[in-house]
T-cell receptor
Framework: RKEVEQDPGPFNVPEGATVAFNCTYS??????FFWYRQDCRKEPKLLMS???SGNEDGRFTAQLNRASQYISLLIRDSKLSDSATYLC?????????????FGKGTKLSVKP | DTGVSQDPRHKITKRGQNVTFRCDPI?????LYWYRQTLGQGPEFLTY????????KSRLLSDRFSAERPKGSFSTLEIQRTEQGDSAMYLC??????????FGQGTRLTVV
């Protein structure tokens, strides 16, 4: 089982749609969670951190369920500019694992 | 520009040659990560440093790969005897103590 698994995608949605991405992680010791966005042929950039209580940033809402080892990202009122690949990222603190583990990413295409 | 800087941006090399990439992290960040990314995949972890200490290496990092961060500032990634399978985007990221990581624009390696 991969350490971080995401919906395979691609997601093709019309402007204004609501879209949700899911991610599961295998290491229960994971401490920090993030969603990154990556545009074609560009570097990944932080979209938002994910907190235990859930958090919202404008049209974006992130949720974490530690018991199920599950992370989600909800995008409301999709814009054309939201088209990108969304990467789920998990960080282990302490021990021998301090690195960031990325999922394969889910590609989103928002159409007019 | 105070972001993560990578050099060169593009490198074309013949199979069997050695290549070296450089990464200059954000100055106050003590963690530095190297990742490799191929088309359609998320970034794959290669190695990371905390200051000058290399704390973890992926098994993807074969004997032909070596990374250094001699003074805890910039880092180099060297690939010896390059193979066509080494063709990828090599991404460097830095973070303050395992928190949010910021990526450079990457070095795109093509082995011909």
């Amino acid at each position: 089982r991969k350490e971080v698994e995401q919906d395979p995608g691609p997601f093709n949605v019309p402007e204004g749609a609501t879209v949700a991405f899911n991610c599961t992680y295998s290491n229960s010791a994971s401490q920090s969670f993030f969603w990154y966005r990556q545009d074609c042929r560009k570097e990944p950039k932080l979209l938002m951190s994910v907190y235990s209580s859930g958090n919202e940033d404008g049209r974006f809402t992130a949720q974490l369920n530690r018991a199920s080892q599950y992370i989600s990202l909800l995008i409301r009122d999709s814009k054309l500019s939201d088209s990108a690949t969304y990467l789920c990222v998990v960080n282990h603190y302490g021990g021998s694992q301090g690195n960031l583990i990325f999922g394969k990413g889910t590609k989103l295409s928002v159409k007019p | 520009d105070t972001g993560v800087s990578q050099d060169p941006r593009h490198k074309i090399t013949k199979r069997g040659q050695n290549v070296t990439f450089r990464c200059d992290p954000i100055s106050e960040h003590n963690r530095l990560y190297w990742y490799r990314q191929t088309l359609g995949q998320g970034p794959e972890f290669l190695t990371y440093f905390q200051n000058e200490a290399q704390l973890e290496k992926s098994r993807l990092l074969s004997d032909r790969f070596s990374a250094e961060r001699p003074k805890g500032s910039f880092s180099t990634l060297e690939i010896q005897r390059t193979e066509q399978g080494d063709s990828a985007m090599y991404l460097c990221a830095s973070s303050p103590e395992g928190r949010v990581a910021f990526f450079g624009q990457g070095t795109r390696l093509t082995v011909v």
